[in-house]
């Protein structure tokens, strides 16, 4: 980025000494090599979500899957963009999320392969019509309503309440996206989703009492518990 207005420049000192995100006051975020779009409305991508990609083109491409509260798009953009035959379905209650979304995948090329759908509530996290794919994604908000406190200023006061934490204990969107899944997924179909990294061994027991055959957990960079695998019946 090229400043040649000094009041900008100095605009964006002032909100990042007040703690806003570099992403944010730039509008942008690099993320697996590519850089995307970022607004007030979309989480700001963390590194660690990288692990849930590297979980995902680990057995290589799928036919179709299903990303579960897209956000910026950096789950379906990326696969996408790795993956040029694929196609994908992207989900969130957010209008302004899913505009993010369409700019970013326009911006990589695969817009014409992902079919976005706006939820009616955070409480739905499938839309009505899905055909069966082979790949259930979902980065959702897991953090509990007593941890929303402890959160980072960066955190708490920039990005969207919403894609944080859906309250309670943080586990209301594993309990049902392990619950529906079976509705959507072909038989050897596999669900991936990121977690918080002391929520390993809970998530684990949802998608086992789900009836999932097999359930790993996956650790990030720094070797905390990152992401859950779970496979077919």
């Known amino acids: 980025m090229v400043l ?7 605009e964006m000192i002032a909100r990042r000494v007040k703690g806003e995100p570099v992403a944010k006051i730039i509008g942008e975020r690099l993320f697996w090599g590519r850089s995307f779009t970022i607004t007030r409305d979309t989480l700001d991508p963390r590194p660690e979500t990288e692990t849930l990609i590297a979980a995902a083109l680990e057995t ?4 179709r899957f299903v990303d579960l509260g897209t956000g910026s798009g950096i789950i379906a953009v990326t696969l996408l963009a790795e993956w040029p035959e694929t196609h994908a379905v992207a989900t969130d209650v957010s209008p302004e999320a899913i505009a993010v979304a369409q700019e970013n995948a326009s911006r990589h090329g695969v817009l014409d392969r992902l079919r976005f759908v706006q939820l009616s509530s ?3 996290w499938f839309p009505e019509s899905l055909a069966p794919c082979d790949l259930i994604l979902s980065n959702p908000p897991y953090i509990s ?3 929303m406190a402890e959160l980072s200023r960066e955190v708490l006061e920039h990005d969207p309440h919403i ?22 997924l072909r038989p050897d179909g596999r669900v991936l989703v990121e977690i918080g990294w002391q929520q ?3 998530v684990t027991e949802i998608f086992q009492k789900a009836g999932f055959r097999t359930v790993s957990c996956l650790p990030d960079m720094d070797g ?5 695998v779970a496979e077919g019946a």
Do not use: T
């Open 4 to 10: 040649s207005d000094p009041n900008l420049f100095d």
């Open 163 to 184: 894609a944080l934490s859906p309250g309670g204990d943080g586990m209301d969107p594993y309990r049902k996206i392990a619950s529906s899944a079976w509705s959507y």
């Open 200 to 202: 390993g061994d809970a």
């Open 60 to 63: 290589g491409p799928v036919e």
């Open 224 to 228: 905390r518990d990152r992401v859950i």
């Open 145 to 147: 309503e007593d941890e």
């Open 122 to 124: 955070q409480d739905c």
